[in-house]
Protein backbone atom coordinates (compact mmCIF):
# COMPACT_ATOMS: atom_id res chain seq x y z
CA UNK A 1 0.00 0.00 0.00
CA UNK A 2 0.61 3.72 -0.02
CA UNK A 3 3.71 4.79 2.42
CA UNK A 4 5.58 7.93 3.86
CA UNK A 5 9.21 7.64 4.93
CA UNK A 6 10.56 10.73 6.15
CA UNK A 7 14.03 11.18 8.17
CA UNK A 8 14.12 10.63 11.91
CA UNK A 9 14.57 13.18 14.22
CA UNK A 10 15.10 15.02 16.63
CA UNK A 11 16.87 17.61 14.28
CA UNK A 12 18.77 20.02 15.96
CA UNK A 13 19.93 23.49 14.81
CA UNK A 14 20.64 26.89 15.63
CA UNK A 15 19.03 29.71 14.48
CA UNK A 16 19.15 31.02 10.74
CA UNK A 17 20.97 27.89 9.79
CA UNK A 18 19.36 26.19 6.61
CA UNK A 19 16.93 23.20 6.87
CA UNK A 20 16.17 20.42 5.19
CA UNK A 21 13.98 17.74 6.50
CA UNK A 22 13.44 14.27 3.64
CA UNK A 23 10.66 12.97 2.61
CA UNK A 24 9.82 10.23 -0.24
CA UNK A 25 7.00 7.90 -0.78
CA UNK A 26 5.27 4.94 -2.44
CA UNK A 27 2.25 5.39 -4.34
CA UNK A 28 0.39 3.80 -7.18
CA UNK A 29 -1.30 6.80 -8.32
CA UNK A 30 -0.72 10.32 -8.60
CA UNK A 31 -1.55 11.34 -4.73
CA UNK A 32 -1.65 14.85 -3.54
CA UNK A 33 1.69 15.51 -0.94
CA UNK A 34 1.20 17.43 2.07
CA UNK A 35 3.49 19.25 5.12
CA UNK A 36 2.19 19.65 8.21
CA UNK A 37 3.64 21.19 11.25
CA UNK A 38 2.69 20.45 14.91
CA UNK A 39 3.27 22.79 17.67
CA UNK A 40 3.18 21.69 21.37
CA UNK A 41 0.01 20.75 22.38
CA UNK A 42 -1.67 20.91 19.86
CA UNK A 43 -3.40 19.14 16.72
CA UNK A 44 -1.80 19.40 13.03
CA UNK A 45 -1.76 22.56 10.90
CA UNK A 46 -1.47 22.58 7.07
CA UNK A 47 2.27 23.94 6.47
CA UNK A 48 1.87 23.65 2.78
CA UNK A 49 1.11 21.15 -0.62
CA UNK A 50 1.52 20.32 -3.60
CA UNK A 51 -1.12 18.35 -6.42
CA UNK A 52 1.03 17.54 -9.45
CA UNK A 53 4.54 17.02 -10.50
CA UNK A 54 6.97 19.27 -10.48
CA UNK A 55 4.44 21.98 -8.36
CA UNK A 56 6.14 23.89 -5.42
CA UNK A 57 4.45 24.43 -2.08
CA UNK A 58 5.28 27.13 -0.17
CA UNK A 59 4.62 28.96 3.14
CA UNK A 60 6.38 31.09 5.95
CA UNK A 61 9.71 30.70 4.35
CA UNK A 62 9.24 26.92 3.89
CA UNK A 63 9.19 24.90 0.16
CA UNK A 64 9.10 21.91 -1.14
CA UNK A 65 8.91 20.04 -4.85
CA UNK A 66 7.15 17.44 -5.39
CA UNK A 67 9.17 15.45 -7.42
CA UNK A 68 7.65 12.25 -9.29
CA UNK A 69 11.33 10.98 -10.51
CA UNK A 70 12.73 10.56 -6.98
CA UNK A 71 9.09 10.21 -5.09
CA UNK A 72 10.22 13.11 -3.02
CA UNK A 73 8.82 16.00 -1.28
CA UNK A 74 11.78 17.35 0.92
CA UNK A 75 10.76 20.29 3.00
CA UNK A 76 13.41 23.57 2.96
CA UNK A 77 14.06 26.82 4.90
CA UNK A 78 16.55 28.46 4.65
CA UNK A 79 17.22 30.36 7.81
CA UNK A 80 15.38 28.99 10.67
CA UNK A 81 13.95 30.77 13.79
CA UNK A 82 13.35 29.37 17.89
CA UNK A 83 9.67 29.76 16.96
CA UNK A 84 9.95 27.14 14.14
CA UNK A 85 10.70 24.06 16.77
CA UNK A 86 7.55 21.82 15.69
CA UNK A 87 7.07 18.26 14.52
CA UNK A 88 6.72 18.06 10.84
CA UNK A 89 5.13 15.16 9.19
CA UNK A 90 5.27 14.71 5.24
CA UNK A 91 2.02 12.79 4.19
CA UNK A 92 -0.10 11.93 1.12
CA UNK A 93 -3.72 11.67 0.08
CA UNK A 94 -5.23 10.52 -3.31
CA UNK A 95 -7.23 13.91 -3.08
CA UNK A 96 -6.44 17.32 -2.93
CA UNK A 97 -8.10 17.82 0.37
CA UNK A 98 -6.11 15.46 2.17
CA UNK A 99 -9.10 13.03 3.41
CA UNK A 100 -7.54 9.30 4.32
CA UNK A 101 -4.48 11.66 4.68
CA UNK A 102 -1.05 8.57 5.35
CA UNK A 103 1.33 10.12 7.59
CA UNK A 104 4.92 10.29 8.11
CA UNK A 105 5.99 9.24 11.33
CA UNK A 106 6.96 12.56 12.27
CA UNK A 107 10.60 14.50 12.59
CA UNK A 108 10.98 16.70 15.30
CA UNK A 109 13.26 19.88 15.08
CA UNK A 110 14.25 21.93 17.80
CA UNK A 111 16.01 25.51 16.91
CA UNK A 112 18.21 26.93 19.61
CA UNK A 113 18.67 30.68 19.93
CA UNK B 1 -16.22 29.97 14.66
CA UNK B 2 -15.01 27.55 16.64
CA UNK B 3 -13.53 24.79 13.79
CA UNK B 4 -13.10 21.16 14.68
CA UNK B 5 -13.46 20.45 19.01
CA UNK B 6 -12.93 17.63 20.95
CA UNK B 7 -13.89 16.70 24.64
CA UNK B 8 -12.17 15.75 26.87
CA UNK B 9 -8.45 17.32 26.39
CA UNK B 10 -7.53 14.62 28.96
CA UNK B 11 -8.86 11.15 29.98
CA UNK B 12 -7.39 8.15 32.37
CA UNK B 13 -9.49 5.09 32.07
CA UNK B 14 -9.00 1.58 33.11
CA UNK B 15 -9.08 -1.68 31.23
CA UNK B 16 -12.45 -2.64 30.20
CA UNK B 17 -13.49 0.68 31.25
CA UNK B 18 -15.98 2.42 27.81
CA UNK B 19 -16.52 5.88 27.35
CA UNK B 20 -16.61 8.25 24.07
CA UNK B 21 -14.68 11.13 22.69
CA UNK B 22 -16.82 14.07 21.26
CA UNK B 23 -15.75 15.49 18.01
CA UNK B 24 -17.53 18.50 16.44
CA UNK B 25 -17.23 20.97 13.49
CA UNK B 26 -18.77 24.07 12.83
CA UNK B 27 -17.09 24.62 8.86
CA UNK B 28 -20.32 22.13 7.33
CA UNK B 29 -17.71 20.19 5.78
CA UNK B 30 -18.71 16.21 4.79
CA UNK B 31 -15.49 14.10 5.60
CA UNK B 32 -14.66 13.52 8.82
CA UNK B 33 -12.18 11.59 10.30
CA UNK B 34 -10.55 9.79 13.74
CA UNK B 35 -6.52 9.50 13.73
CA UNK B 36 -4.43 8.14 16.45
CA UNK B 37 -0.85 9.46 17.19
CA UNK B 38 1.59 7.49 18.61
CA UNK B 39 5.30 7.96 19.02
CA UNK B 40 7.32 6.73 15.81
CA UNK B 41 3.95 6.13 13.70
CA UNK B 42 2.78 9.49 13.33
CA UNK B 43 -0.52 9.63 12.55
CA UNK B 44 -3.23 6.84 11.82
CA UNK B 45 -6.42 6.40 10.82
CA UNK B 46 -9.09 4.96 12.77
CA UNK B 47 -12.21 5.41 10.84
CA UNK B 48 -13.94 8.18 8.66
CA UNK B 49 -17.39 9.19 7.62
CA UNK B 50 -17.89 11.04 4.07
CA UNK B 51 -21.63 12.72 5.11
CA UNK B 52 -24.07 11.78 8.17
CA UNK B 53 -25.21 8.27 8.10
CA UNK B 54 -22.04 6.79 6.46
CA UNK B 55 -19.12 5.81 8.24
CA UNK B 56 -16.07 3.18 7.38
CA UNK B 57 -13.28 1.65 8.61
CA UNK B 58 -9.40 3.12 8.37
CA UNK B 59 -6.18 1.46 9.08
CA UNK B 60 -6.40 0.56 12.97
CA UNK B 61 -10.40 -0.02 13.87
CA UNK B 62 -10.33 -3.03 15.91
CA UNK B 63 -11.59 -1.61 19.67
CA UNK B 64 -13.78 1.45 18.24
CA UNK B 65 -16.54 2.27 16.95
CA UNK B 66 -18.13 5.32 14.86
CA UNK B 67 -21.77 7.07 14.11
CA UNK B 68 -22.46 9.93 12.19
CA UNK B 69 -26.06 11.10 12.43
CA UNK B 70 -25.49 14.64 12.23
CA UNK B 71 -22.76 16.96 9.84
CA UNK B 72 -21.65 17.91 12.77
CA UNK B 73 -20.47 15.16 15.20
CA UNK B 74 -18.50 12.35 15.11
CA UNK B 75 -18.07 10.56 18.28
CA UNK B 76 -15.40 8.34 18.40
CA UNK B 77 -16.57 5.16 21.44
CA UNK B 78 -14.42 2.67 22.78
CA UNK B 79 -16.25 -0.14 24.33
CA UNK B 80 -13.84 -2.01 26.11
CA UNK B 81 -10.70 -0.41 26.63
CA UNK B 82 -7.27 -1.87 26.40
CA UNK B 83 -3.47 -0.72 27.53
CA UNK B 84 -2.59 -0.31 23.49
CA UNK B 85 -5.22 2.25 23.03
CA UNK B 86 -3.38 4.68 25.63
CA UNK B 87 -2.70 7.38 22.70
CA UNK B 88 -3.77 10.75 21.58
CA UNK B 89 -6.80 11.03 19.62
CA UNK B 90 -6.99 13.67 16.82
CA UNK B 91 -10.48 14.53 14.69
CA UNK B 92 -10.50 16.06 11.45
CA UNK B 93 -12.70 17.63 9.22
CA UNK B 94 -11.09 18.08 5.23
CA UNK B 95 -12.50 21.25 3.52
CA UNK B 96 -11.85 21.87 -0.49
CA UNK B 97 -8.06 22.32 0.32
CA UNK B 98 -6.95 21.11 3.48
CA UNK B 99 -7.38 19.15 6.58
CA UNK B 100 -8.39 20.99 9.84
CA UNK B 101 -7.79 19.40 13.49
CA UNK B 102 -8.97 19.54 16.68
CA UNK B 103 -6.52 19.74 19.52
CA UNK B 104 -6.52 16.34 20.56
CA UNK B 105 -7.52 13.85 23.61
CA UNK B 106 -4.75 12.78 25.56
CA UNK B 107 -6.32 8.87 26.94
CA UNK B 108 -4.19 6.61 29.17
CA UNK B 109 -5.50 3.52 29.47
CA UNK B 110 -4.53 1.78 33.03
Known amino acids: GDSVTQMEGPVTLSEEAFLTINCTYT??????LFWYVQYPGEGLQLLLK?????DKGSNKGFEATYRKETTSFHLEKGSVQVSDSAVYFC????????????FGAGTRLFVKA | NAGVTQTPKFQVLKTGQSMTLQCAQD?????MSWYRQDPGMGLRLIHY???????DQGEVPNGYNVSRSTTEDFPLRLLSAAPSQTSVYFC?????????FGPGTRLTVL
Open chain 2, 92 to 100: ATTGTDTQY
Open chain 2, 49 to 55: SVGAGIT
Open chain 2, 27 to 31: MNHEY
Open chain 1, 50 to 54: ATKAD
Open chain 1, 91 to 102: ALSDQSGGFKTI
Open chain 1, 27 to 32: ATGYPS
